[in-house]
Nanobody, 121 residues
Framework: QVQLVESGGGLVQAGGSLRLSCAAS????????MAWFRQAPGKEREFVAA????????YYADSVKGRFTISSDNAKNTQYLQMNSLKPEDTAVYYC??????????????WGQGTQVTVSS
């Protein structure tokens, strides 16, 4: 059974930083793309960032480019989302996912339970 467990969410003031973690229950997602999505109240789930588990260039949504950084630590079976210069519009539940890759949520077969990020103005 594949499980992804997010952590690191919380409440932060605008301009602050948070680091989200996503721990995978299996030793390797080699061949998968790992991604972060987010969903704000009343809105659809949207792509944030992705990176292949085996490495390679990450890609980002325009709304977070230059502020967020996605990375993976294969030895720990964990991926991270470093979020800097946070804005109130970044407030959402953040989900990690594993799958074939791309910006569509339908490209991802495995999902975590989500972690809340709230940015106060």
């Amino acid at each position: 059974q594949v499980q992804l467990v997010e952590s690191g969410g919380g409440l932060v003031q605008a301009g602050g930083s948070l680091r989200l973690s996503c721990a995978a229950s299996i030793r390797t997602f080699s061949g998968y793309t790992m991604a972060w999505f987010r969903q704000a109240p009343g809105k659809e789930r949207e792509f944030v960032a992705a990176i292949r588990w085996s490495g390679g260039n990450p890609y980002y949504a325009d709304s977070v480019k230059g502020r967020f950084t996605i990375s993976s630590d294969n030895a720990k079976n964990t991926q991270y989302l470093q979020m800097n210069s946070l804005k109130p519009e970044d407030t959402a539940v953040y989900y990690c996912a594993a799958g074939a890759g791309g910006p569509s949520l339908y490209d991802y077969a495995y999902w975590g339970q989500g972690t809340q990020v709230t940015v106060s103005s």
